[in-house]
């Protein structure tokens, strides 16, 4: 079964804008992280939080976690076409509550019209 | 350093046949998992390897198993194939133990017709 579930599952904007996706989870976790993926290809590590991080910056991303909502946002500034890809959340807490393994939500489908 | 490679691409298999993926990870990374994604139901993990051994194993059917070398590189096999095996198989490794960030192959594309 999915841990994360983003929101929305589709976000079509135009270029220089900013694109903000959600994504929620349902155990605790000591770390979240966010990866990208283009059109069937393999998967791009974004960014990681962890549990006691409640904002981290990578360039043009910004990370939010809120472990008391189970909740993390991913906000990317003045999005350009090359963005457009789709973007997953990941959480660490996986099978018998080991931390070797990822589990992902579904995803938001980001199309950045130029 | 090379990035994570995924052995073969592309796959068209028949049901009932057997298949087996290989992947070879970043040099020192001793990690390695493997991942299902399907329209259906999205990114689904399948087993994780580290040092020989497996570490843990998602909820598929015992038709789907793996193994990992001492050199790391690792391969994933599925015996009896049947359509809903069709998916991008992802293979995944990480230096640390926690508080790791994966790096993902191309991912091998399977068609099971």
């Known amino acids: 079964s999915q841990q994360g579930e983003e929101d929305p599952q589709a976000l079509s904007i135009q270029e220089g804008e900013n694109a903000t996706m959600n994504c929620s989870y349902k155990?605790?976790?000591?770390?979240l992280q966010w990866y990208r993926q283009n059109s069937g290809r393999g998967l791009v590590h974004l960014i990681l939080?962890?549990?006691?991080?409640r904002e981290k910056h990578s360039g043009r991303l910004r990370v939010t976690l809120d472990t008391s909502k189970k909740s993390s946002s991913l906000l990317i500034t003045a999005s350009r076409a090359a963005d457009t890809a789709s973007y997953f959340c990941?959480?660490?807490?996986?099978?018998?509550?080991?931390?070797?393994?990822?589990?992902f939500g579904k995803g938001t489908k980001l199309s950045v019209k130029p | 350093k090379a990035g994570v490679t995924q052995t073969p691409r592309y796959l068209i298999k028949t049901r009932g046949q057997q298949v087996t993926l290989s992947c070879s990870p970043i040099?020192?990374?001793?990690?390695v998992s493997w991942y299902q994604q399907t329209p259906g139901q999205g990114l689904q993990f399948l087993f994780e390897?580290?040092?020989?051994?497996?570490?843990n194993k998602g909820n598929f059917p015992g038709r789907f198993s793996g193994r990992q070398f001492s050199n790391s590189r690792s391969e994933m096999n599925v015996s009896t194939l049947e359509l809903g095996d069709s998916a991008l198989y992802l293979c995944?490794?990480?230096?640390?133990?926690?508080?790791?960030?994966?790096?993902f192959g191309p991912g091998t594309r399977l068609t099971v017709t």
């Open positions: 155990t605790s976790i000591n770390n």
């Open positions: 990941a959480t660490d807490k996986g099978y018998g509550g080991s931390q070797g393994n990822l589990i």
């Open positions: 995944a490794s990480s230096f640390r133990d926690r508080d790791y960030e994966q790096y």
């Open positions: 390897y580290f040092s020989e051994t497996q570490r």
């Open positions: 939080i962890r549990s006691n991080e």
């Open positions: 040099s020192g990374h001793r990690s």
